[in-house]
C-alpha cells in the first residue's frame, strides 16, 4: 500500500543522472482470434480445464515485491525466501493455475538496464513446474525504471505457460496496460468455458523515466466499455452469460471495499484484519480529487459479468478477509502477502490465498482459505450465494 521507500526513492532520484538505457524486450505476439464461433485468445496455448474429478485449484501469489535494496544483503535475501516459499507452495499445492496479483518488483529500487530480469527469478520456479499462470501488475511495478508493460513482454518471453496479455489499444489509460481475460473450459474439446478468469490493471506509481510523475490509481474508465464489448461478444458467441462463471483479480481494491472493512464480524470474516483502509488502500485515494474515478470499472464490472463469484485483490499486506460489498452484492477478497519483500509486522507472515471451484457448474460456490508457507491454514470460507456477510 503505501510506500515506506519514498526516502529511498528521493534518494535514488538524486542519483539519477541522465543515463539513457533502452531496453529492448522479445514479445511474443499471443494470436487473437475474434470469429463469432471461437472467441478462445489461446489457440496456441494448451486449454485450461477442470480436472477429471470436476474440481479446478487456484493459487494466489501477492505483493511479491522482489529487488528490494539490491546494494545490500537483505534484499537479495528477501528474494531468496521468496522464491523458496513459491517452491514450497507450490509443491505441496500443485495448482492447476497461478495468479500473481501484482506488486511483482519493487520498482522504486531497481536499476533500468536490468530490472526485468527480476521477472527472469520471479517466474522461474512456475516455468520449472510448468503450471499456467498469469499476472496482475501493481503501483510498484510501475516507476522510473520498470513500467507493467515491460513486466508483461518479459514474463511473455519468459513463460511458455504465461496466459498474461495486455488489452487492446485505447484501453486502460496510462501504464495500465495489464487488461485481460483467460477462458476455463470444463473439458478440452468444450466450445465455450465453464469460467472466465478476468484480470485488470489498476496502475498508480509513477511513469517511466527521469521525469517521472504520478500514475492514476485506478482502472481506467475505458476499461468499462471494454467490459461491456468482451461480455457482449462472449455472449454472442458462446450463449447466455448466466451459463458461465466468473472471477476477478485487480492489485488495488476497488474503492467500495473501504467502506465494507466496518462492518466484519471476526467469525463469519476470518483472516487478518490489521490494516485500516484509508488513503492510497483502495482504488483513487491517493488524490482525494480524484474519489469516484474507478465507479465506471466498478459499475460495468458488476453490471455486465454474471456469476461473478468474487472480486480478489491485494495491495494492503496486512488483511486477508472476504466480505460480502453490499451495494454490488458481490463478495471481495484480500490475498495474503507472499514476498518478503514489501512492509510487514510481526505476526502477519507470508502465504497464499488459495480457490477451490468445486465444480464446472457456474453457480457452486468456491472454497477458499489463506495457507502460509509452514502449511497452517486458515481464513477458510466458501463462497456461494449463502455467504452472507
Ligand atoms: C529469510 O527466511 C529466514 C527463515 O525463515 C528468516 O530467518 C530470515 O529473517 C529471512 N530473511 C529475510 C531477509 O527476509
Ligand atoms: C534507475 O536506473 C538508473 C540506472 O541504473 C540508476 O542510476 C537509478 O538510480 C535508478 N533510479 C531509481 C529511481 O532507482
Ligand atoms: C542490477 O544491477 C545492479 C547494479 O549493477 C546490481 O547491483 C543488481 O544486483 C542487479 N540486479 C539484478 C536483478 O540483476
Ligand atoms: C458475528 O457472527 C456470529 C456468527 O454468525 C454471530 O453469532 C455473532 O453474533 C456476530 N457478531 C456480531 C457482533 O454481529
Redesign the pocket.
Known sequence: MMSSFKSI?SL??L???A?T?VITVKATPVAVSRDAGDLNPYPNKPRLTFRPDGTFKLTVFSDLHYGENPWDDWGPQQDVNSTRLMRTVLGDEKPDYVVLNGDLITG????????TSLIDEIVAPLVEAKIPFSSTHGNHDN???ITHLEEIRREQRDAPLSYTRTAPPGIGGEEGPGTYWVPVYNKVSDNSPAFVLWFFDSRGGWSPGKNSTPVPDWVDSTVAGWIETETAAMNTAWGPAEDRGALAFVHIPPHAIQAVQATLNSTENPGLNADELGSGSSQATEDPSTLGNDQPFWDALNANIVNLHAVISGHDHGNEWCAREPTKDVIFCFDKHSGYGGYSSAGWGHGVRNIVFSSPKPSDGLETWIRLEDGETRARVVLNSQYKR
Open positions: 526513492f535514488a532520484s542519483c539519477y543522472a543515463i538505457i522504486e529500487n531497481t536499476f533500468r538496464e536490468n530490472s516507476e522510473p525504471n
